[in-house]
């Protein structure tokens, strides 16, 4: 199952990121795909709003310090953004298997590295451009909680 939508507006994709952190009740990850202001912090700017992070949290990409974590409902969020990092092994530097637990909802941008090492992730997002500069936004679930969660989406 893959579902796709347009995005004209950055709201728009706030909104669908929002709605993924309402969906969200344990434990999940996320990657993000696309180039560069394609709208993927955006999105994660939603699912913390969803995920009832704290309004006073201003979500950037942490493309410095690699991870920024928040504290959402129940649940951690944790943003990763690996564009600057320069191998696999150094997501052990950077903390990755400490910030994994049943609590923690994990989003990346630029996954690439995770996904050398085969990091499964529940859902994959990608950002497209069409030719009117308009985001398509396309879903990939993968496993049951994937599927699940995109399934109570209203797209
Ligand atoms: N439909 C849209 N969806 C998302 N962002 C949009 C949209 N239309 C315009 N924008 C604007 O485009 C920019 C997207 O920036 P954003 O930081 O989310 O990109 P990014 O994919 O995280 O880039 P990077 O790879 O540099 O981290 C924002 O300034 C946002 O307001
Ligand atoms: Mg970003």
Same mark, same amino acid.
């Given at each position: 199952?893959? =579902?796709?939508?347009?995005?004209?507006? &950055? #709201?728009?994709?706030?909104?669908?990121?929002?709605?993924?952190?309402? &969906?969200?009740?344990?434990? *999940?990850?996320?990657?993000?795909?696309?180039?560069?202001?394609?709208?993927?912090?955006?999105?994660?700017?939603?699912? &913390?709003?969803?995920?009832?992070?704290?309004?006073?949290? %201003?979500?950037?990409?942490?493309?410095? !310090?690699?991870?920024?974590? %928040?504290?959402?409902? $129940?649940?951690?969020?944790?943003?990763?953004?690996?564009?600057?990092?320069?191998? &696999?092994? #150094?997501?052990? %530097?950077?903390? *990755?298997?400490?910030?994994?637990?049943?609590d923690a909802?994990?989003?990346?941008?630029?996954?690439?590295?995770? #996904?050398?090492?085969? *990091?499964?992730?529940?859902l #994959?997002i =990608? *950002?497209?451009? !069409?030719?009117?500069? $308009?985001?398509?936004?396309?879903?990939?679930?993968?496993?049951?909680?994937?599927? $699940?969660?995109?399934? =109570?989406?209203?797209?």
């Open positions: 199952m893959i =579902k796709k939508l347009h995005s004209h507006t &950055a #709201e728009q994709t706030l909104d669908l990121g929002k709605q993924i952190g309402q &969906a969200v009740s344990g434990q *999940f990850s996320i990657a993000l795909i696309g180039d560069l202001g394609a709208g993927k912090t955006t999105l994660v700017q939603g699912l &913390a709003k969803g995920l009832g992070v704290d309004d006073s949290y %201003y979500i950037t990409s942490p493309t410095f !310090n690699i991870i920024n974590e %928040y504290p959402a409902r $129940n649940l951690r969020l944790c943003h990763l953004d690996l564009y600057r990092l320069g191998s &696999a092994e #150094e997501l052990e %530097y950077i903390g *990755f298997d400490d910030m994994m637990g049943p909802v994990i989003v990346v941008e630029w996954p690439g590295f995770l #996904e050398e090492i085969l *990091f499964k992730f529940d #994959e =990608k *950002f497209e451009f !069409n030719e009117d500069y $308009n985001r398509i936004i396309s879903l990939f679930p993968s496993g049951q909680p994937g599927v $699940n969660l995109v399934s =109570k989406l209203f797209l």
